[in-house]
Every structure is written in structure tokens, then in C-alpha cells.
T-cell receptor, first 110, second 117 residues
Framework: QKEVEQDPGPLSVPEGAIVSLNCTYSNSAFQYFMWYRQYSRKGPELLMYTYSSGNKEDGRFTAQVDKSSKYISLFIRDSQPSDSATYLCAMTSGTYKYIFGTGTRLKVLA | GAVVSQHPSRVICKSGTSVKIECRSLDFQATTMFWYRQFPKQSLMLMATSNEGSKATYEQGVEKDKFLINHASLTLSTLTVTSAHPEDSSFYIC?????????????FGNGTRLTVT
């Protein structure tokens, strides 16, 4: 069993839809959670960084952490074609060991 | 926000030559940096952890004599692919945490696409 599971997609949605991206994990020591967006042939870009359980909102993005279920989500409201990219979740227990999901490819159709 | 600069963005070299890739943290100090390799449509594969002033830590299966890492200052780490071969062609990306303690978010460079002919 992988430490972090993420559906690879691709996930196709119409413009304006709410997108839900998810990761599950098995290590209860993870406390710090990140979401990245990666465009083709570019490095990942940090979107959200959260600590422990709860919600965090930044513009059209909301990150949600449920430690009891070992489940994290990223919601994108009013999705745009420019949101089409691969989204990676990442997490760490604070030991300089960062574990990444395999990434979900998102396509937002105009 | 924190910026990590990686150069070159693209390099083509002949088989048997060496290539150096630089990774700089522009507005923060990084005692630790990470080097990844990424194949098309696949996730990041951690190659090694670069530590300022000490030897890098390599992941299992990564040849340390082929992928030389030097972290000579708090803002610069380099990856040298020695005696490159076509199978080394890939996308290489560096990252650095923005603070100490091992829990800071990672910021990534924009990657280097290496093609070995």
C-alpha cells in the first residue's frame, strides 16, 4: 500500500464547475499538507499549505484536511481552462521527508 | 513569495559528456534542497537530498557517482550528470523548503529538460 493515494484521472469538467481533488494517506504522523499545480514541462507551483485538520481558503481554492479519515481535498470554484494542469498533493510529518501523490490530471473544457 | 531558480531550463548534450544543473534559492536560505526526476505523465521521483556543507543523501537505486550533488552555500545546490547517456534524458527538478524544521512547504524550480543524443 502506498503512503499516499491519488486518483490519476484525467478528470474533465466544464468551465465554471466546482472541482474536487482528493488524496488519502496511511501514515497518521503526517501533519503538514500541501497542494501543488504543475503545468506541462514546468515545476510544481505551491497552491496551498495547511497544518492539521480543518479548512483553508485562498481565492477560488479551498484546502480541506480530515485527519480522522486520513483524507485531504482541494476544491476549485469557478474552474477555468487555465486551471487545466496536474495537481499534486504532498505531506510530511515534519522530518524533511515529503511524500507526494502521483498527481491528478485536470482538464477544464471551455 | 519564495522563489527557486533553476538553470538551464533546457539542455542538449552528446553522449559521454557531463551536464551541470544549478538550483538557487533567491530570497531565502536553504540548508536542504531536493532533486527529483520526472518522466512524462509520471509523478516526481526523489533522487537525493542535498545538504549544505555535507554529503548528499541518495535514494536507493540512484548512482551517486553518476549524479554528483554539491551544496556549497545556503542558496545554491548543483546536480552534475556525469558521462551522460540517452537513458539519462529526463526532466530534472529541484526544490527547497522555505524554513527550518522539516515542515515548511517546498518551493520548486521550473525544471531542466535534459536530452542526451
Amino acid at each position: 500500500q502506498k503512503e499516499v493515494e491519488q486518483d490519476p484521472g484525467p478528470l474533465s469538467v466544464p468551465e465554471g464547475a466546482i472541482v474536487s481533488l482528493n488524496c488519502t494517506y496511511s501514515n497518521s504522523a503526517f501533519q503538514y499538507f500541501m497542494w501543488y499545480r504543475q503545468y506541462s514541462r514546468k515545476g510544481p507551483e505551491l497552491l496551498m499549505y495547511t497544518y492539521s485538520s480543518g479548512n483553508k481558503e485562498d481565492g477560488r481554492f479551498t484546502a480541506q484536511v480530515d485527519k480522522s479519515s486520513k483524507y485531504i481535498s482541494l476544491f476549485i470554484r469557478d474552474s477555468q481552462p487555465s486551471d487545466s494542469a496536474t495537481y499534486l498533493c504532498a505531506m510530511t510529518s515534519g522530518t524533511y521527508k515529503y511524500i507526494f501523490g502521483t498527481g491528478t490530471r485536470l482538464k477544464v473544457l471551455a | 513569495g519564495a522563489v527557486v531558480s533553476q538553470h538551464p531550463s533546457r539542455v542538449i548534450c552528446k553522449s559521454g559528456t557531463s551536464v551541470k544543473i544549478e538550483c538557487r534559492s533567491l530570497d531565502f536560505q536553504a540548508t536542504t534542497m531536493f532533486w527529483y526526476r520526472q518522466f512524462p505523465k509520471q509523478s516526481l521521483m526523489l533522487m537525493a537530498t542535498s545538504n549544505e556543507g555535507s554529503k548528499a543523501t541518495y535514494e536507493q537505486g540512484v548512482e551517486k557517482d553518476k549524479f554528483l550533488i554539491n551544496h556549497a552555500s545556503l542558496t545554491l545546490s548543483t546536480l552534475t550528470v556525469t558521462s551522460a547517456h540517452p537513458e539519462d534524458s529526463s526532466f530534472y527538478i529541484c526544490s527547497a523548503p522555505t524554513g527550518p524544521g522539516g515542515n515548511s512547504p517546498l518551493h520548486f524550480g521550473n525544471g531542466t529538460r535534459l536530452t542526451v543524443t
